[in-house]
T-cell receptor, first 117, second 117 residues
Framework: AQTVTQSQPEMSVQEAETVTLSCTYD???????LFWYKQPPSRQMILVIRQEAYKQQNATENRFSVNFQKAAKSFSLKISDSQLGDTAMYFC??????????????FGTGTLLAVQP | DTGVSQDPRHKITKRGQNVTFRCDPISEHNRLYWYRQTLGQGPEFLTYFQNEAQLEKSRLLSDRFSAERPKGSFSTLEIQRTEQGDSAMYLCASSLPTGTGDSYGYTFGSGTRLTVV
C-alpha cells in the first residue's frame, strides 16, 4: 500500500525567512506524481507545486521549491521569503498514473505552518 | 465556470437524520472525487467517478453512505442515519481526464462541514 508521512505536525517561521517542510512516502511503483497542497484556515485546498517522479529536476514555483530524492523517497517543500499569507496547513500527496497502484491522491496528515510577523 | 462548488457550506443535523451534499465540478473535468477530512488530519478518500460511473469506493464508505453522479456532471453524497462520528468536512474535487489529469492533480471545492449533534 502507498503511504505518505509528514513527521512535523506544526512549524513556525519568521516573516521573510526560509522554512522546509518534510515528507516521505512509501511505494513500490517507479512512475508516480507528488504534490504539495496548501489549506489556509477555513479556505479551500489549493495546489502549490507538483513533481513527476521520472523528472530528476526539482520543481520550482516562485518562492516554493521542492527537494525530490527518489531513492530516499523524500519530497520536502522549501518556502523562501515566507509571508504572512503562507500561514496554512500544508499537505503532501502522492498519486500513480491512471491504471497504476492507486487512482486517487493519498495525503499525509499535514504540517501546520505559522508565519510570525 | 469558476471552480468546484459545494453546497451547503455547513450542515448541522441531529443524529439519525439523513443528509445530502451536492458537488458541481469544473465542467470539462470528467473525474470527480469525494474525500472526508477530520480536524487536524489529511483528507481520506471515499469514492470517485469517471463520468457517471463510480469506479472505486473506500472501505470508509459504509452502507449508510451513497454517492451518485447521474449524468456525469454534478454529484451527490448522501449519509443515512447519521452518527456523531460522521462529523467532518466533506471535500469534493475534480480533475481532467486520464493523462493530463494525472499529473495536474485535483481542484478542490470549499467543502461541506457536517456537524452531527
Amino acid at each position: 500500500a502507498q503511504t505518505v508521512t509528514q513527521s512535523q505536525p506544526e512549524m513556525s517561521v519568521q516573516e521573510a525567512e526560509t522554512v522546509t517542510l518534510s515528507c516521505t512516502y512509501d511505494t513500490s511503483e517507479s512512475n508516480y506524481y507528488l504534490f504539495w497542497y496548501k489549506q489556509p484556515p477555513s479556505r479551500q485546498m489549493i495546489l502549490v507545486i507538483r513533481q513527476e517522479a521520472y523528472k530528476q529536476q526539482n520543481a520550482t514555483e516562485n518562492r516554493f521549491s521542492v527537494n525530490f530524492q527518489k531513492a530516499a523517497k523524500s519530497f520536502s517543500l522549501k518556502i523562501s521569503d515566507s509571508q504572512l499569507g503562507d500561514t496554512a496547513m500544508y499537505f503532501c500527496a502522492f498519486k500513480t498514473p491512471y491504471g497504476g497502484a492507486t487512482n486517487k491522491l493519498i495525503f499525509g496528515t499535514g504540517t501546520l505552518l505559522a508565519v510570525q510577523p | 465556470d469558476t471552480g468546484v462548488s459545494q453546497d451547503p457550506r455547513h450542515k448541522i443535523t441531529k443524529r439519525g437524520q439523513n443528509v445530502t451534499f451536492r458537488c458541481d465540478p469544473i465542467s470539462e473535468h470528467n473525474r470527480l472525487y469525494w474525500y472526508r477530512q477530520t480536524l487536524g488530519q489529511g483528507p481520506e478518500f471515499l469514492t470517485y467517478f469517471q463520468n457517471e460511473a463510480q469506479l472505486e469506493k473506500s472501505r470508509l464508505l459504509s452502507d449508510r453512505f451513497s454517492a451518485e453522479r447521474p449524468k456525469g456532471s454534478f454529484s451527490t453524497l448522501e449519509i443515512q442515519r447519521t452518527e456523531q462520528g460522521d462529523s467532518a468536512m466533506y471535500l469534493c474535487a475534480s480533475s481532467l481526464p486520464t493523462g493530463t489529469g494525472d499529473s495536474y492533480g485535483y481542484t478542490f471545492g470549499s467543502g461541506t462541514r457536517l456537524t452531527v449533534v
